[in-house]
Every structure is written in structure tokens, then in C-alpha cells.
């Protein structure tokens, strides 16, 4: 049983269009995240949300729109894509106290 | 968060001991030290965290200096498996999960 799982796990996709990728947490819990891990193999947060509720919101161009619909899902919308955007995208989720995470296996996303 | 100190690579042999150092020297009272690690193409995965008194659980021993300057993880008998990078990442228990993680130290086990 997946915890965190998120699809696809590869996207390649042409600059200028528009993709999701999805995530599901079967875990229970009330906050889920993406991540972004660029070339350099930085990890990045990029947003937060706590029961459908947008709590952390890094400085992320206004091209990417998470959606949460409950708070097993959120999903990550990405508009007019560019080059820059090649990363792995990690969607994860964590318990009610602490910072014990939950990630999940990552999407790798390619702009061609 | 504090900013955190961790040697780029390591190696180990299996079957021994692994001693990942990691120095915070800025740590506030209330911030915790959490370790993640992340085995090639997979998602970071929770491995152990502390406020100041040592932990240790099914997969590591956590061992934090008395002035909580700087910490170890230890893997007690390293596998193969155990090769990935390790972050070291100190963060208040309130951060909403607002992970920062560094470059991480990359344990290499070999045979």
C-alpha cells in the first residue's frame, strides 16, 4: 500500500504547455506539500496546504496553482511551461505534530 | 531554521558502523534536529529526529552533544542498501513542515 503517491512519475513535455501531476496520501493526514528538487539536487518546498487550506506559499511563479480538493489530494498544476521547470517534483504529507514527512516517489518532469 | 554543517561524502564498510557528523552551532532551545536521507531516484525518507536527549529507533541511533551544538547518526550495521544522501536538518516542531535541507553528506557502503 502506496502512503504517498503521486502520477506520472515521468512527464516530458514540450515548453509553453500545461500539465498536472497529481497526489493522493492514504495516510490521514492533514498537511501535504510539493517539493521541487532541481538539478543540483536541491530540495525545495514550494507549498503547503492543511486541510484544504493554502499555510506555506515560497516564492514560486504564479505559473504553478496547487489545488487541494480534500485533504487526501493536491494536486499541482503547472501553466506555460519553460525549460527551468525540468525538475523532480515530490508531493509528500505529514502527521499532525512534528515534522515527520511522508514523500512520495517523485515526478520527474522534462521541458523539451 | 539553523544553518547546518554536514561533510559532503563518506564511505563505510558494510556490516560496520556509519557515523554521519553534523554540526549545528546555531541551534535555538526549541529546535529539534531531524535526519532524512534520500537513496537515489526515490523520495526522502524520515529516519530519526531529537531535542536533547539521544534516540534511537529500528533504523538508527541519534546521539546530540550535551551543548546541542552538533549531533551523529549512527547506522549501527550499514548495508548496501544504505547508500544515499543523509541531511541533517534542525527545524522547530512548529514549522509547519518547512524542511530546509542542505547538500547532505553522500554515504557510500561498499562491499
Known amino acids: 500500500d502506496t502512503a504517498v503517491s503521486q502520477t506520472p512519475k515521468y512527464l516530458v513535455t514540450q515548453m509553453g504547455n500545461d500539465k498536472s501531476i497529481k497526489c493522493e496520501q492514504n495516510?490521514?493526514?492533514?498537511?501535504m506539500y510539493w517539493y521541487k528538487q532541481d538539478s543540483k539536487k536541491f530540495l525545495k518546498i514550494m507549498f503547503s496546504y492543511n486541510n484544504k487550506e493554502l499555510i506555506i506559499n515560497e516564492t514560486v511563479p504564479n505559473r504553478f496553482s496547487p489545488k487541494s480538493p480534500d485533504k487526501a489530494h493536491l494536486n499541482l498544476h503547472i501553466n506555460s511551461l519553460e525549460l527551468g521547470d525540468s525538475a523532480v517534483y515530490f508531493c509528500a504529507s505529514k502527521t499532525r505534530d512534528g515534522n515527520t514527512i511522508y514523500f512520495g516517489e517523485g515526478s520527474w518532469l522534462t521541458v523539451v | 531554521d539553523a544553518k547546518t554543517t554536514q561533510p559532503p561524502s563518506m564511505d563505510c564498510a558494510e556490516g560496520r558502523a556509519a557515523n554521519l557528523p553534523c554540526n549545528h552551532s546555531?541551534?535555538?532551545?526549541?529546535?529539534?534536529v531531524y535526519w532524512y536521507r534520500q537513496i537515489h531516484s526515490q523520495g526522502p525518507q524520515y529516519i530519526i529526529h531529537?531535542?536533547?536527549n539521544n534516540e534511537t529507533n529500528e533504523m538508527a541511533s541519534l546521539i546530540i552533544t550535551e551543548d546541542r551544538k552538533s549531533s551523529t547518526l549512527i547506522l549501527p550495521h550499514a548495508t548496501l542498501r544504505d547508500t544515499a544522501v543523509y541531511y541533517c536538518?534542525?527545524?522547530?516542531?512548529?514549522?509547519?513542515?518547512?524542511?530546509?535541507f542542505g547538500q547532505g553528506t553522500i554515504l557510500t557502503v561498499h562491499p
Open positions: 495516510l490521514g493526514h492533514d498537511t
Open positions: 546555531t541551534i535555538s532551545g526549541n529546535e529539534y
Open positions: 531529537g531535542l536533547k
Open positions: 536538518i534542525v527545524t522547530l516542531r512548529t514549522s509547519y513542515g518547512k524542511l530546509t
